[in-house]
Nanobody, 123 residues
C-alpha cells in the first residue's frame, strides 16, 4: 500500500505565495515521477506541474514563471512553490505519484493520489 499526503494549502491574497508539500510512503521500490494537479469547481482536473526521477520538469502554460516544482528524493517528497498567485489559481490541489512496485512476478508501475489540499486566492 502507498500513501500520498499533501499539506500547505490555505487562503492567500492575490500576489501572495504558498508552498505545497507532498510525501509518499509505503511499499514501493522507487518513484518514477511526481506531480501536482488541480481541480476548480465546475472544471476538469488539470496538470499543474510534474517532475521525473531524473528531475525533468514540465508545467502548465498558465503557471510557467510563477510556480516551481522540486523534489527531495531522500524524503520521497515533492514541493510546489507558488508565487504571484491569482484568483484563477483557486482550486483543490492534488498530488500524484507514479511508483514502481516489485513483486515475485516482476515489477509493475502504479500511480497513487492524495486527498487534495484547498488553495484559495482572494482578489
Amino acid at each position: 500500500q502507498v500513501q500520498v499526503v499533501e499539506s500547505g494549502g490555505g487562503l492567500v491574497q492575490a500576489g501572495g505565495s504558498l508552498r505545497l508539500s507532498c510525501a509518499a510512503s509505503g511499499r514501493f521500490a522507487s518513484i518514477k515521477a511526481m506531480g501536482w494537479h488541480r481541480q476548480a469547481p465546475g472544471k476538469q482536473r488539470e496538470l499543474v506541474a510534474g517532475i521525473t526521477s531524473g528531475v525533468i520538469t514540465n508545467y502548465a502554460d498558465s503557471v510557467k514563471g510563477r510556480f516551481t516544482i522540486s523534489r527531495d528524493n531522500a524524503k520521497n517528497t515533492v514541493y510546489l512553490q507558488m508565487n504571484s498567485l491569482r484568483p484563477e489559481d483557486t482550486a483543490v490541489y492534488y498530488c500524484n505519484t507514479l511508483v514502481t512496485i516489485t513483486t515475485k512476478w516482476g515489477p509493475y508501475e502504479n500511480d497513487y493520489w492524495g486527498q487534495g489540499t484547498q488553495v484559495t486566492v482572494s482578489s
